[in-house]
């Protein structure tokens, strides 16, 4: 098995198999990123929607933290921190 960390050179028929594989990964990667246009415009909308998703996600988040203060108003110690939280929410 070829070690990239040994000071061995490979053998001559060795290096030979080895720059064959290269060149079929490279085909490989060529085959399956065929342009750069459509790369961006994955990485883009990927982008877009992980944006998306993580608004979302806070938003719901929150909502259920309001939901939790507000049940539990009555406890002394997070009543006042509830009163601002509803508080906070209800003027927006």
Do not use: C
Not at 35 to 56: C, E, H, N, P, Q
């Amino acid at each position: 098995m070829y070690n990239p960390f040994s000071k061995k050179q490979p053998k001559p028929d060795r290096k030979k198999d080895l720059e064959q594989l290269g060149q079929q990964v490279m085909a490989l990667y060529d085959h399956l990123n065929p342009d750069r246009k459509g790369l961006y415009r994955t990485a883009f909308l990927k982008g877009l929607i992980t944006g998306v998703g993580s608004v979302v996600g806070a938003t719901i988040v929150i909502a259920l933290l309001a939901w939790f203060f507000s049940l539990i108003g009555h406890i002394p110690f997070l009543g006042p921190i509830s009163d601002t939280v509803t508080s906070t929410l209800q003027k927006h």
